[in-house]
């Protein structure tokens, strides 16, 4: 079988259906497909996102929030703590993501749930559904929306070079929690550990960069965080919900090839350091969205190459300065407590500032 739509986007995460509702808004034919059976699951995120993003999102609907936050506080390889105001929701990821693809539905989005994107051939991309049947999409444009590891990036030749491996897991708190907590450790090669608060539970996991002396094995680390947190009385009990993905750590050099485009942890567009990359998927998804309509509308591909030019406006410079604060952390992770102001966002140092 063999279709036809004007926009093809591949992956129903924040990146995809912000797209896919931007584009739909221009007034073209928009088909999201999603490998998972259900939006957002399995959440691989530790669900924090800023204050202000709630006034970029489509839809009024709060009921993906758990709770706020209102600082971020920094435990440092000495134990001394750097506290910084950081207003933010602790949000649930999935209700998140599902009210992202409801909004692009609402607009006019097809969505087809369970179906897998292998590979563009002879002008069509050739897709699996969810009962293991072959179909073909004929696009004028297609959308890579999916994930750190995009099959759209590898195809394209222009894959993620850094991904860094997290693990999380749900622990139990002992107290209530108004605040963020991320742990540097000389343990944690590369990365930090965190603690963000969902109620009276929270995300537990951290991030530890491979192939170095320093490394450990990721799950070797976290049980040694966990032991920590258990001798602090921040958690009790034992974890559940253990969860393991990665972390772009450097946007891609092209996000534009042909017909093809990519957004959000496709992208790379995801902050080499702190991880984040909700609020570049919205915005950055509703910019790819935008200019894929366009260029179908007024039957120019070369219109594909302003998305690639807004996002580095507007997330370039950042990205690249992280990418550079990073090379840094890793070189000097002997010298950790005294190269981490420069390589940190809580602290001055490291916007360039003394």
Request: net charge neutral.
């Amino acid at each position: 079988m063999a279709f036809d739509c004007d926009i093809l986007v591949i992956g129903a995460g924040p990146a995809g259906s912000s797209a896919a509702l931007a584009a739909a808004r221009e007034g073209v034919s928009v088909l999201l497909v999603e490998r998972g059976q259900t939006v957002g699951v399995p959440v691989r995120c530790a669900e924090y996102i800023p204050k202000a993003l709630l006034g970029e999102l489509p839809f009024s609907d709060r009921s993906f929030v758990v709770q706020q936050v209102d600082s971020m506080r920094t435990i440092l390889p000495d134990g001394a703590t750097h506290q910084t105001k950081a207003p933010g929701l602790m949000i649930q990821r999935d209700r998140f993501d599902r009210l992202l693809a409801e909004s692009a539905i609402e607009e006019g989005v097809e969505l087809l749930l369970g179906t897998r994107f292998l590979e563009p051939k002879d002008g069509f991309v050739v897709l699996k559904g969810p009962d293991g049947s072959f179909f073909r999409i004929r696009a004028k444009v297609i959308i890579g929306a999916d994930g750190p590891r995009s099959s759209v990036g590898r195809w394209i030749g222009s894959p993620v070079k850094r991904l860094i491996p997290a693990i999380q897991v749900k622990g139990l708190l002992t107290a209530p929690m108004d605040h963020t907590e991320i742990y540097f450790n000389p343990k944690i090669y590369g990365g930090y550990a965190w603690v963000f608060p969902k109620g009276g539970e929270a995300n537990v996991g951290l991030a530890v960069v491979r192939g170095s002396k320093w490394s450990i094995p990721l799950k070797s680390a976290l049980e040694w965080f966990l032991d920590v947190l258990r001798s602090n009385g921040i958690i009790k009990g034992e974890p559940h919900s253990l969860i393991v993905g990665w972390i772009p750590a450097e946007p891609v050099t092209t996000s534009v090839k042909r017909n093809m485009i990519l957004v959000g942890d496709a992208a790379g567009q995801t902050h080499p350091i702190t991880g984040a990359g909700v609020p570049q998927a919205v915005m950055c998804g509703r910019l790819a969205g935008y200019w894929a309509a366009r260029a179908v509308i007024e039957d120019n591909l070369n219109l594909l190459n302003r998305y690639d030019r807004e996002w580095r406006e507007d997330y370039g410079d950042s990205l690249e300065w992280a990418c550079e604060r990073r090379e840094l952390l890793e070189a000097n992770w002997e010298r950790l407590a005294d190269i981490l102001p420069k390589c940190w966002v809580a602290f001055r140092e490291y916007y360039g500032r003394s």
